[in-house]
C-alpha cells in the first residue's frame, strides 16, 4: 500500500522506495542546516568590503606642522578644505597657526588618517577613489568566477565536493591582512571570492534537490534567510569589532572547521542515482529512511539495479552525459536559460542598486546596513507564502512588474514629498527581496540534474553582472536624477514580460534530463494544438 505523506509525523505505513525523497522529516533538517552555515559565512565575506574598505577622513601631512601627527590639527588653515592638495606653510618653524599659510597650495604626497579601521590607511589609497571602489568590483568579479567554476564543478565532481572546497576555501582571507600593497590585496581579495562564492550555487542545489516538491520554496527562502543573517550578523560584528584586520579574521578563520562535512554532510541522491554511483545512493537513501522514520521494504531497494533506481526517480536511463552542447540544441532548454539569464541578472540590478543609492539616510552607518538587510525578511515570507499558494511563475510576473513601477516612482517623487520617496523605495527594496528568492528557486526547477549545476552557475553569474552595474548606479545622478529609477523599471518591466514564455514549474518533479525537459514541451505544444484543433472544430 501506498501513502502519500510529505512529513515524518506518521509513517506508519509501507512507503514504495520511489517515494523516499518526497518525506521529509529529520534527515532535511540537518542536511539544511548544514547548507545553510557556509552561506551566512560566504555572505559576511561577500560584503566585507563594505566596511573594511570604507572611506575614512585624511588630511595632507605638513611636517614642519606636525607635532602629535594626528587628524585633529588646531592649526590647521580654515579656508583649505581639499585633502588632496597642501598649503603652503610660510614658515620654517616648527609649530605653526591658523595664519602660517598662503594662499598657494602645491599636489599631496604624504597623508594622516583619522584612523586605521580599514584597508585605505594600510594601502594609503588616499585622494584614488577609483582604487577603494575596484576593491568592490574585483570582489564581484572574482564571484561570478565562482559560480561557473563551482556549477561545473558540482555537475562534473558533485554537490557535496564543491560546496566544502568553496566553504573551506572561505579561510584563505585571513592572508588578506598580511597585504603590504594595493595589488597584492585586489589579488587575495579576488581570489577569495573566485574560490568561496561558490558556495552559493553548490549549497542552493543540494537543498533544493535533497527535497521534496513542496518544500522547495521553503528550501530556497530558508538558504536566502541565511545569507541576509550572514550580512546582519556581518554589521553586528563591525560595530564592536571596527578594525578590519580583526574583523577579516572574525569573519574567516571559523570557516577551516566546514572540513568536518566531509564526513556529516550528504551528496544529492539524485546526482549520485544519475552519475551510477549506486552504492553510495542507496547508503544515502537508507540514511534518510533511519533519520525519518519511514517504513520501506529494504531488500527491495538492496536489489534495485542502476537502472531500476532510475526508473524509480524518473531519471532517464540514457548513459550519455548532458553538457552545454546537448542544451544548445534544445530550444525549450536554451529559452528556459535566457530568460533565467535575465531574470537573475535583473533582480541582482535591482537590489544592489537600490542597496548602494541608499547611502543618503541619515544615521549610523552600521545601523543603516543592518536595517537593510532585515527588511529582506518579510520579503522571503511573501515570496514563500504566495508562489506555494498560486504557483512559481504568475506571482513572479506581478512581482517584476510592480518592482519595476515602484521603482520608476521612486525616482520621479520630489525629495520634498520625503515620507511618499521612502515608501516606494521599501516598497521596491521589499519586492525586489521576494523576487529574488522566488526566481532562484523557480530557475532550480526550471533546469534538469544533469545540467542544474552548469547552468545555475551561469545564472548566477548573471546576478554577479548586475551586483557590478548596480553599484555604479549612483553615476548616472549626473546625468539625469530619475535615470537609475528608469533603468531599474525597463529591467524589470522587461523580465515580467519574458516570464510568459517559460512554464509553471509548481508540484512537479524535478527533471533530471534534458530528455525529459524536450518531452514535456512536446506534449504540452501537442495538447495546446489539439485544444485549439478541437476549438475550431466546435466553431464549424
Same mark, same amino acid.
Given at each position: ?8 509525523? /506518521? ?135 565562482? #559560480?561557473?567554476?563551482?556549477?561545473? #564543478? ?150 534495485? /539495479?542502476? /537502472? ?166 549612483? #553615476? ?65
Amino acid at each position: 500500500m501506498t501513502k502519500d505523506i510529505n512529513t515524518c509525523e /506518521d509513517n506508519s505505513e509501507t512507503v514504495r522506495v520511489s517515494d523516499i525523497l518526497e518525506i521529509s522529516g529529520k534527515y532535511q533538517i540537518l542536511q539544511y542546516l548544514y547548507l545553510c552555515l557556509p552561506a551566512i559565512f560566504v555572505s559576511m565575506i561577500n560584503v566585507n568590503y563594505i566596511f573594511v574598505a570604507d572611506e575614512v577622513n585624511y588630511r595632507c601631512k605638513i611636517p614642519e606642522c606636525e607635532t602629535n601627527f594626528t587628524y585633529t590639527a588646531p592649526w590647521w588653515p580654515n579656508s583649505h578644505f581639499d585633502e588632496c592638495t597642501k598649503p603652503i606653510s610660510n614658515t620654517t618653524d616648527y609649530g605653526c597657526t591658523n595664519d602660517s599659510f598662503t594662499s598657494a597650495t602645491e599636489e599631496c604626497t604624504d597623508w594622516i588618517y583619522e584612523n586605521h579601521d580599514t584597508v585605505i590607511s594600510q594601502l594609503d589609497l588616499a585622494c584614488q577613489p577609483w582604487k577603494r571602489s575596484s576593491i568592490g568590483a574585483v570582489h564581484s568579479i572574482g564571484m561570478a568566477v565562482a #559560480m561557473l567554476v563551482s556549477g561545473w #564543478m558540482s555537475d562534473v565532481i558533485g554537490r557535496k565536493p564543491a560546496l566544502i572546497i568553496s566553504s573551506v576555501g572561505c579561510f584563505i582571507g585571513n592572508l588578506k591582512p598580511l597585504a603590504t600593497s594595493y595589488t597584492m590585496y585586489i589579488f587575495l581579495e579576488f581570489l577569495e571570492a573566485a574560490i568561496s562564492g561558490g558556495a552559493y550555487a553548490a549549497g542552493g542545489v543540494l537543498m533544493i534537490e535533497i527535497g521534496n516538491k513542496n518544500n522547495r520554496m521553503l528550501a530556497g527562502v530558508l538558504f536566502a534567510y541565511a545569507i541576509y543573517m550572514g550580512e546582519a550578523l556581518f554589521a553586528i560584528i563591525a560595530m564592536f569589532v571596527p578594525y578590519w584586520k580583526s574583523l577579516i579574521h572574525i569573519i574567516c578563520s571559523p570557516t577551516i572547521l566546514f572540513l568536518v562535512y566531509i564526513i556529516i554532510v550528504r551528496e544529492s541522491p539524485r546526482w549520485l542515482i544519475l552519475n551510477g554511483k549506486l552504492a553510495e545512493a542507496k547508503y544515502t537513501l537508507k540514511e534518510m529512511i533511519k533519520m525519518n522514520k519511514i517504513k520501506v521494504n529494504a531488500e527491495e531497494l538492496d536489489a534495485m /539495479d542502476e /537502472d531500476e533506481l532510475k526508473r524509480a526517480y524518473n531519471i532517464g536511463t540514457d548513459k550519455k552525459k548532458e553538457g552545454f552542447k546537448e542544451v544548445y540544441k534544445c530550444k525549450e532548454i536554451l529559452k528556459r536559460f535566457l530568460v533565467a539569464f535575465e531574470c537573475r541578472f535583473t533582480v541582482s540590478f535591482i537590489y544592489y542598486g537600490l542597496i548602494v543609492n541608499s547611502v543618503g539616510l541619515p544615521g549610523d552607518k552600521y545601523v543603516n546596513f543592518l536595517l537593510g538587510a532585515i527588511m529582506s525578511f518579510p520579503g522571503e515570507l511573501i515570496s514563500m507564502y504566495v508562489m506555494n499558494k498560486f504557483g512559481r511563475r504568475l506571482p513572479l510576473i506581478y512581482g517584476y512588474l510592480f518592482c519595476g513601477i515602484a521603482c520608476v516612482a521612486y525616482g520621479y517623487v520630489p525629495q520634498s514629498y520625503t515620507g511618499l520617496k521612502i515608501s516606494f523605495f521599501l516598497l521596491g527594496k521589499l519586492l525586489a527581496s521576494a523576487c529574488y528568492t522566488g526566481i532562484v528557486t523557480y530557475t532550480m526547477e526550471l533546469f534538469p540534474t544533469s545540467v542544474r549545476g552548469s547552468l545555475l552557475g551561469l545564472c548566477t553569474l548573471a546576478s554577479c553582472s548586475g551586483n557590478m552595474l548596480g553599484l555604479l548606479t549612483p #553615476m548616472l545622478a549626473s546625468i539625469s536624477s530619475v535615470l537609475a529609477a528608469i533603468c531599474f523599471g525597463f529591467t524589470a518591466i522587461t523580465a515580467s514580460a519574458l516570464l510568459i514564455l517559460t512554464p509553471e514549474t509548481r508540484d512537479l518533479p524535478l527533471a533530471d534530463t534534458i530528455e525529459q525537459i524536450a518531452t514535456s514541451a512536446t506534449n504540452v505544444r501537442n495538447k495546446k494544438k489539439g485544444e485549439e484543433n478541437l476549438a475550431y472544430d466546435n466553431q464549424k
